[in-house]
Nanobody, 127 residues
C-alpha cells in the first residue's frame, strides 16, 4: 500500500508562485514499482478532476496545455517525492490539487490511470 501526502498549498495573489510537494511512503520494496508515474490533478468546485502534469520514474514529463510555460513538475533523486512549481498563478488555477501515483504511464492524463491518491491541498489565487 502506498500513501501520498501533499503539502504547499495556500492563498496567493495573481502572478504569484507556489511549490507543491508530494511524498510517497510505504514498504519500499513494493512502493517503487507502484509509483512508476507520479503526477498532479486538480479539481475546482463544480468541475471534473483535471490532469495537470506527470513525471515517470525515468523523469519523462507530460503536461496539460494550460500548464506549459507556467508549471514545472519534477521528481527527486529518491524517486519518492515530486514537486509542482507553479508560476504566474491566475484565479482560474484555484482548485484542490491532488497527487496521484500508479505503476504505469500509459493513461497518464486520466484519473483512472492512477491507483493511489493523496488527500489534496487547496490552492486559492485571489486578490
Amino acid at each position: 500500500q502506498v500513501q501520498l501526502v501533499e503539502s504547499g498549498g495556500g492563498l496567493v495573489q495573481p502572478g504569484s508562485s507556489l511549490r507543491l510537494s508530494c511524498a510517497a511512503s510505504g514498504r519500499m520494496s513494493e512502493t517503487m514499482s507502484e509509483i512508476y508515474s507520479m503526477g498532479w490533478f486538480r479539481q475546482a468546485p463544480g468541475k471534473e478532476r483535471e490532469f495537470v502534469a506527470t513525471v515517470s520514474k525515468r523523469r519523462n514529463t507530460y503536461s496539460n496545455d494550460f500548464a506549459k510555460g507556467r508549471f514545472t513538475i519534477s521528481r527527486d533523486n529518491t524517486g519518492t517525492t515530486i514537486y509542482l512549481q507553479m508560476n504566474d498563478l491566475r484565479p482560474e488555477d484555484t482548485a484542490v490539487y491532488y497527487c496521484a501515483a500508479g505503476p504505469y504511464i500509459t493513461y497518464y492524463n486520466r484519473p483512472t490511470g492512477y491507483d493511489y491518491w493523496g488527500q489534496g491541498t487547496q490552492v486559492t489565487v485571489s486578490s
